[in-house]
Nanobody, 121 residues
Framework: QVQLVETGGGLVQAGDSLRLSCAASGGTFSTYSIGWFRQAPGKEREFVATISRSGVATHVTDSVKGRFDISRDNSKNTVYLQMNSLKPSDTAVYHC??????????????WGQGTQVTVSS
């Protein structure tokens, strides 16, 4: 059983940066790919980024490409989502999830509670 805790969210202005962290405990962290998903009010959950177990493979969705970067430190059991040039459309609750590499939420078995990111214009 893996527990995931997201931190780093907050209220920022358009153009600012945030770094989200996803800290894992209770399992062998390096055996899981980690994904980031977000859900805005009234909208469906959407894929943001994913990183493979070793960190060699990554993928980010087109809407954040060039602005967001995903990385991991297996020695710290932590995955990071660096978010630059934030836009009001990035406002959402951001969740990390552990499971198998891919874009679909169904590939991930364990989920964190989420951290709120609010970007004002």
């Amino acid at each position: 059983q893996v527990q995931l805790v997201e931190t780093g969210g907050g209220l920022v202005q358009a153009g600012d940066s945030l770094r989200l962290s996803c800290a894992a405990s209770g399992g062998t962290f390096s055996t899981y790919s980690i994904g980031w998903f977000r859900q805005a009010p009234g909208k469906e959950r959407e894929f943001v980024a994913t990183i493979s177990r070793s960190g060699v493979a990554t993928h980010v969705t087109d809407s954040v490409k060039g602005r967001f970067d995903i990385s991991r430190d297996n020695s710290k059991n932590t995955v990071y989502l660096q978010m630059n040039s934030l836009k009001p459309s990035d406002t959402a609750v951001y969740h990390c999830a552990a499971g198998n590499y891919g874009l679909e939420a169904s590939r991930y078995e364990y989920w964190g509670q989420g951290t709120q990111v609010t970007v004002s214009s």
